[in-house]
C-alpha cells in the first residue's frame, strides 16, 4: 500500500535495527483518512473470504479492525488485555508471549462473541514474532471457528512471525513489509 508506505518514510523513526516507531499516525496519534485507505484495502483483500466476524487485540490494532469492519459490514472484537470490572463472563484466554518484551501476558474475549463455524479475520498493527496473532488463532480454534485470514498494517519481514503463519497455511496480508531497519533506514520487502 504506497500511501502507507509513504506515510512510514516520511513519519516514521527508525529507534533501532529491530523497533520502528510510528506513533504519529497508528500507535498514538491515529490518522483517519489513512486508517480509512487501510480498512478498504483490507476489505479488497478479504472481501470473498466469507468473513463473519474481524478479531484485533487492544489496542493498536482497533483503528484498523473498525475500519476493515465496516467495509466488510460485520462486527470486530478486541481481545482484553486486563480483565476488566465488566468483562465478568465466561471467557476464552490465551497466553501471549512477548519476545520483544520478554514477557508473557493473557488475552481475553467473551465467549457469547464468538460462534462455531464463524470465519473470523485477525487484524493487528504489526507483526514481529506472530504471537499475538498466533494467540488470537488459538481463540479462535478454541471457539470451533476458522481462521479465514490474517490483516498486518505493517510486518517486520525480518522478524519470523510472517513465516511461521504462513508455514501453517495461514494467508497473511500485510500492507507494508519492512525488510531492514539498518542503519536507520527503513527498506521495504517486494
Ligand atoms: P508479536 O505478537 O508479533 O510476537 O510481537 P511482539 O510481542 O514483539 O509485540 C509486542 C508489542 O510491540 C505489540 O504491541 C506490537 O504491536 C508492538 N511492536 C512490535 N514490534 C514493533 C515495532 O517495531 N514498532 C512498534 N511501534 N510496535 C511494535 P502492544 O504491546 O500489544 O501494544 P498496543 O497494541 O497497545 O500498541
Ligand atoms: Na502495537
Ligand atoms: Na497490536
Known sequence: MELLKQKIIDEGIVLS?????????????????LMAEIGKTFAQQFRESGITKILTIE???IAP?????LELGVPVIFA?????????????????????????????????????GDRVLLIDDFLANGEAALAMARIVHQAQGEVAGIGIVIEKAFQDGGSKLREQGYRVESLARVASLRDGIVSFAE
Open 17 to 33: 535495527d529491530q523497533v520502528l516507531k510510528v506513533d504519529s499516525f497508528l500507535n498514538h496519534r491515529i490518522d483517519p483518512p
Open 59 to 61: 489496542s493498536s490494532g
Open 65 to 69: 479492525a473498525v475500519m476493515a469492519g
Open 80 to 116: 482484553r488485555k486486563r480483565k476488566s470490572l465488566t468483562l465478568q463472563e465466561d471467557l476464552y484466554t490465551e497466553k501471549v508471549y512477548s519476545f520483544t518484551k520478554k514477557e508473557e501476558s493473557e488475552v481475553s474475549i467473551a465467549r457469547k462473541f464468538l460462534a462455531v
